[in-house]
């Protein structure tokens, strides 16, 4: 898409944060931090492709604590190829710990 300025407007990339859990009986010292970049119509659809996403990738459990809008590339390395994964279409999940 392209402004009146021939600028390019980069689609909207949601940023999700959360906790998952590997078993259905996870404590909460057994959780995962996630981070997840995925491109969404709104919130609830960045929801809705997130937990689909955590499913397939085997978590049993999710628990979304924080969501917003990336407002243009990151600036830490850790996030630049889920940006990029993410604007291509993909469902990106970062796992910490």
Known sequence: MVNDNDDTIQPTVYVLVGRVWEGEDGQPDD???VHILLRAADDDDAVRKTLNAL???????????QIGVMDGEPDEDIYEAAYADALAGNVSVIRFG
Do not use: M, N, Y
């Open 31 to 33: 959780s995962i931090p």
């Open 55 to 65: 499913s397939e990738q085997g978590f049993a459990e999710a628990e979304l604590d």
